[in-house]
């Protein structure tokens, strides 16, 4: 498995920290169009002795997702983004489709151990949510049901996974946050195990895969080991993280203070013979960082590498929990 992390501030300072502790790979936010932005960001990583492992966050499909007049040139600037992947030797990309909100809390600064602050959502405090992505901070208040929005991710699908294919570039599927039938007026259709069986078959390829996100599959209330094993080779791509609750209402957690047998995921997924990017998704604000972007400060990020290593090396030499 890679050890990947988002990085934030995108410093060098950072960056170096991240391969002193062992991580190997990054994912980065899609800096814009243009394939000398992904060069210098290409540049700066290797520079500090690690590689970009995906690009997630800011990708221009929140048109597509609507299906809108906008959405054909999206699709274009999508599939230049592809090439421009495959150029700089970029081989993930991690994307959602959750109209227009992505993922989103009702509360960012829940009480977790000694203190520190996690993401909370509350579905009866739904109007007060906030979205947790500069993309869909603006975004139509026109509703949108499943099946229009079944029928837009298929014409994405078809439109761009073989390009991703000629690239070698996967597209990976991350499930919504929350998993919710609806929220605000529109419907969310990667809600459910079953959904996304639904969407590898779209589009058989392994250019067409999941990014399995822990702590959302958590939310659907479903047993992670097992769900690991049921989607098995479509797996692609980790989010690590915990929370405690249902999809209605919940809090996240430590990455070792939630309900998951986190070791029981990390066998489960040496099982399936994965090998590709994991990170530790959202992590908690620990004292001093109160005023960073919630859910992906530095601190709580360290602790949780630590705690991931030390779970494959235990499930890798076959030890008892």
């Not at 790979?25 to 690690?50: F, M, N, S, W």
Request: include cysteine.
């Amino acid at each position: 498995m890679q050890l990947t992390s988002v990085v934030t501030p995108f410093t060098n300072e950072n960056l170096t920290m991240l391969s002193q502790i062992g991580v190997t790979h990054v994912t980065i936010r899609y800096p814009g169009p243009g394939r000398e932005k992904l060069e210098a960001v290409r540049d700066q990583v290797e520079a500090c002795g690690l590689k970009i492992a995906a690009i997630e966050g800011y990708l221009p499909i929140e048109n597509i997702k609507l299906g809108n007049d906008r959405a054909e040139a999206e699709l274009e600037e999508m599939k230049t983004l592809l090439r421009d992947m495959q150029a700089v030797s970029i081989p993930f990309v991690c994307y959602n489709f959750m109209a227009g909100t992505d993922w989103v809390r009702t509360q960012l600064d829940a009480k977790e151990r000694g203190g520190a602050l996690v993401t909370g959502f509350d579905v009866a405090q739904a109007e007060q949510a906030v979205s947790l992505s500069e993309t869909t901070r603006e975004t139509e208040a026109s509703p949108i049901g499943a099946e229009e929005l079944w029928t837009n991710l298929e014409r994405f699908l078809t439109e761009l996974v073989p390009v991703a294919e000629e690239c070698g570039v996967t597209l990976a599927m991350h499930p919504d946050d929350p998993p919710l039938e609806t929220f605000m007026g529109k419907a969310r259709i990667m809600n459910c195990v079953a959904n996304f069986e639904r969407l590898v078959q779209l589009a058989p390829s392994p250019a067409n895969a999941i990014c399995f996100c822990q702590g959302t599959f958590a939310e659907m209330g479903v047993d992670i080991p097992t769900t690991i094993r049921r989607l098995g080779p479509h797996i692609k791509y980790v989010h690590f993280r915990d929370i405690q609750g249902t999809r209605e209402r919940f809090v996240e957690t430590f990455h070792d203070n939630g309900p998951t047998d986190m070791y029981a995921a990390v066998q489960a997924y040496q099982e399936i013979g994965f090998s590709g990017p994991i990170r530790p998704d959202h992590v908690p604000q620990l004292v001093g960082e109160e005023a960073g972007e919630p859910g992906y400060t530095m601190l709580g990020r360290l602790h949780a590498f630590g705690y991931l290593q030390g779970l494959i090396e235990g499930a890798r030499k076959g030890g008892n929990t």
